[in-house]
């Protein structure tokens, strides 16, 4: 079993839609959790990063962290055709160890 | 967060040769990470750099063939040794930030 799961996509939809992205997780000793986002041909950038349990809100990106299900989620809310990328989640269990990576949503933005 | 360049950012390289793949931040970091991507896949860990001591590598990824040198707290190179066709994938170089981790743009190998 894979320490992080993630549903490959691809996910498409139209502009302005409402994008969830979810990841579950086995190891319940991860407390950082992380998303990034990678464009074609581009490196990984960091869009969200949260400890412990809760949400936390960027503008359009909202991430939520549920612990006891081991389940973590990014929302992005009035998608635009530039949200077209991949999405990886990460974590670890705490600073300065290994980070696990999930496989990498992909989402396609239509205009 | 720290800029991280990384170079070459592609290339295509012969079966049996090597390729030094370089990684500059803008400021000293004590760890530095080499990542490998393969098509479609999530980010691999192939070892982790400390200044002055020898790289952790993880299971998998041995030192002949991926030898990285790490002389200051700013620089590191990864080799891909002996290269075969099923070493065609990103290699990405990464560093501990605050808030997570700092990625390069990538190298993209292809070998043929």
């Known amino acids: 079993q894979k320490e992080v799961e993630q549903d490959p996509g691809p996910l498409s939809v139209p502009e302005g839609a409402i994008v969830s992205l979810n990841c579950t997780y086995s190891n319940s000793a991860f407390q950082y959790f992380m998303w990034y986002r990678q464009y074609s041909r581009k490196g990984p950038e960091l869009l969200m990063y949260?400890?412990?349990?809760g949400n936390k809100e960027d503008g359009r990106f909202t991430a939520q962290v549920d612990k006891s299900s081991k389940y973590i989620s990014l929302f992005i809310r009035d998608s635009q055709p530039s949200d077209s990328a991949t999405y990886l989640c990460a974590m670890r269990k705490n600073n300065f160890n290994k980070f696990y990576f999930g496989s990498g949503t992909k989402l396609n933005v239509k205009p | 967060s720290a800029v991280i360049s990384q170079k070459p950012s592609r290339d295509i390289c012969q079966r049996g040769t090597s390729l030094t793949i370089q990684c500059q931040v803008d400021s000293q970091v004590t760890m530095m990470f080499w990542y490998r991507q393969q098509p479609g896949q999530s980010l691999t860990l192939i070892a982790t750099?400390?200044?002055?001591?020898?790289?952790?590598?993880e299971s998998g990824f041995v030192i002949d063939k991926f030898p990285i040198s790490r002389p200051n707290l700013t620089f590191s190179t990864l080799t891909v040794s002996n290269m075969s066709p099923e070493d065609s994938s990103i290699y990405l170089c990464?560093?501990?930030?605050?808030?997570?981790?700092?990625f390069g743009q990538g190298t993209r190998l292809t070998v043929v």
């Open positions: 750099a400390n200044q002055g001591s020898e790289a952790t590598y």
């Open positions: 990464s560093v501990e930030d605050p808030t997570g981790a700092g």
């Open positions: 949260t400890y412990s349990s």
